[in-house]
């Protein structure tokens, strides 16, 4: 079985093999002479998304820097888990949404942020939200927002071809044996989905190394379990409120996906045994031996997330338990 790193280079590599397959073989076939231009374009955006984001997400939740005077214990923390992970202290800051939820942002590791959402606050233990603070630093100490980034690109870059093949390119054919603009942009269109769906694949491998930098940090494989438990049972109370629904374009910066929380609240409560809401190292420690076998719907919403199926996510963690 291939491990995380070795999954993420593979990504990488075919990722950027395929766009450069698409520009060699359209550019050949079709003459198209103006793909750089909108190449130049996609990179363009690209780079405005990725300078202004850090924004875009501040506004969107409604973050406050805070300073260490207004809650010493969380900067401790933070302060802590950024020497053991040799990173630059990232800047902290809470939102008020009661959606408990945590999630790092920045444009890299000199300008890193962490940010914990009120509802994370009362609802997890110092050890469960040391865990989740874990995996945030590790976020950013793998840069996971510029390799997200990049990796949107190709797909960005796919689909303004595609359209430009379908509509404006179709006529234009020098040669009568060449492929016409409409089939070439047709399979680019191709292109676009399967990329967009490796895309999502990274995302979720991204969750995984992220898990486990927290354990590599020091922190329990059980407490972070535990605090993923908590926010899927936290996020279904909160399923229908209105400020689910207005949290729903960041999902994927958060540590789990609220939106899947009824779904997956009946597959983790089997975890907890003795009903305590919490899942310590015994319960942890069984679920290694069992095999997770997901329905097709399951895989088929898993395929289709940026966040790996909890069930399967947990059953890794139980896998770090030493």
């Not at 899942?279 to 942890?284: A, G, K, T, W, Y």
């Not at 790996?308 to 030493?322: D, F, H």
Request: charged share 20%.
């Amino acid at each position: 079985m291939f491990s995380l790193q070795t999954r993420m280079t593979l990504l990488v590599t075919a990722m950027f093999a395929i766009i450069y397959a698409v520009v060699v073989v359209i550019g050949a076939a079709a003459g198209i002479y103006d793909f750089y231009f909108y190449l130049i374009i996609s990179v363009g955006i690209m780079w405005v998304q990725f300078m202004m984001g850090p924004n875009i997400v501040e506004w969107t939740m409604g973050v406050r820097y805070i300073t260490r005077q207004e809650n010493p214990k969380l900067f401790t923390m933070v302060e802590d888990l950024a020497r053991r992970a040799n990173i630059p202290m990232p800047r902290i800051c809470i939102s008020p949404s009661e959606v408990p939820n945590a999630f790092a942002f920045g444009r890299g590791i000199n300008d890193g942020r962490v940010c914990v959402c009120q509802g994370i606050l009362s609802l997890l233990n110092d050890e469960e939200l040391k865990a989740v603070l874990g995996h945030e630093l590790t976020h950013i100490k793998n840069r996971d927002v510029v390799t997200i980034t990049l990796l949107s690109v190709v797909p960005m870059i796919l689909y303004r071809l595609a359209w430009q093949l379908m509509w404006y390119g179709a006529g234009r054919r020098d040669d009568r044996n060449a492929p016409s603009g409409l089939m070439l942009g047709l399979a680019a269109m191709l292109f676009y989905f399967v990329t967009n769906l490796l895309v999502l694949y990274g995302s979720r491998i991204r969750e995984y190394f992220a898990d486990q930098g927290s354990v590599e940090l020091g922190n329990k494989p059980s407490a972070l379990a535990s605090a993923l438990y908590k926010l899927v049972y936290g996020s279904a109370r909160m399923a229908d409120s209105e400020e689910m629904r207005q949290v729903q374009g960041m999902k994927a910066f958060f540590l789990n996906d609220p939106s899947q929380a009824m779904n997956e609240i009946h597959e983790l409560k089997e975890l907890d045994l003795d009903h305590s809401g919490t899942i310590d190292s015994s319960e942890l420690l069984r679920l290694r031996t069992k095999t997770i076998q997901l329905s097709t719907g399951e895989k088929l919403m898993e395929f289709l997330s940026t966040h790996p199926n909890m069930l399967k996510r947990i059953k890794r963690l139980s896998e770090l338990n030493g």
